[in-house]
């Protein structure tokens, strides 16, 4: 009958008794899965955890900008795994590294969730923080800030300069005034030794 049909004789479930056998045209069944796989593959979601280190005596200006970094990796999606590593006698304070991971996980729970609580590993205390919306949405909206100062022109920032109507003078008054006038600097070069 397959052949009858110009189709393709597949056998479907070999183990059963009798075995199954489907007439199908086999090369249209193969384009069509691949396909659905390439959907499925453009549906799915690719999970990225990024990592942000830092240390239990970090600087406040140091917080902030690596704080900036997670926001901006939640914001793309990503998860962030945050990890405090101690050393030498800071491993005798971790709560130090606690109070720093709850401080963070406070701060961005508007954009953020903790998924893993912090635990301390060896040397190194983690947590993972997952982003709460959808990636490539931006979550936060940024705090207004003054707004860029414009560069003005060499021009522009040049003092303007009175342009009055000529008057006739004298040439005696002109050759004075360019006398009391204050004299142009001289300027020296490294060539004629200065």
């Given amino acids: 009958m397959a052949e009858e049909n110009d189709l393709d004789l597949v056998e479907v479930a070999p183990t059963a ?5 489907r007439i199908m045209d086999y090369g249209k069944y193969k384009y069509e899965q691949a396909v659905k796989q390439r959907e499925a593959r453009k549906k799915q979601s690719h999970v990225v955890v990024k990592e942000m280190k830092m240390r239990p005596k970090i600087d406040r200006h140091d917080y902030e900008t690596k704080k900036g970094h997670v926001v901006r990796f939640l914001n793309d999606g990503a998860k962030v795994k945050i990890t405090i590593m101690f050393r030498g006698r800071e491993m005798v304070h971790p709560e130090i590294g606690k109070r720093l991971l709850d401080q963070i996980a406070e701060e961005l729970q508007e954009i953020a969730k903790v998924e893993n ?4 590993d060896g040397r190194n205390m983690t947590m993972v923080l997952g982003p709460i919306k959808e990636p490539g949405k931006p979550q936060a909206a940024p705090k207004p800030s003054a707004p860029p100062r414009k560069r003005e022109s060499r021009a522009a920032q040049a003092p303007k300069k009175a342009v009055a109507e ?3 003078e004298d040439e005696d008054e002109a050759e004075v005034e360019a006398e009391n006038a204050t004299p142009r600097p001289i300027r020296v070069t490294r060539a004629e030794g200065g």
Wanted: overall charge negative; glycine content about 0%.
């Fill in 17 to 21: 008794d009798p075995p199954v056998c």
């Fill in 166 to 168: 000529p008057v006739e």
């Fill in 117 to 120: 609580m912090p635990k301390l």
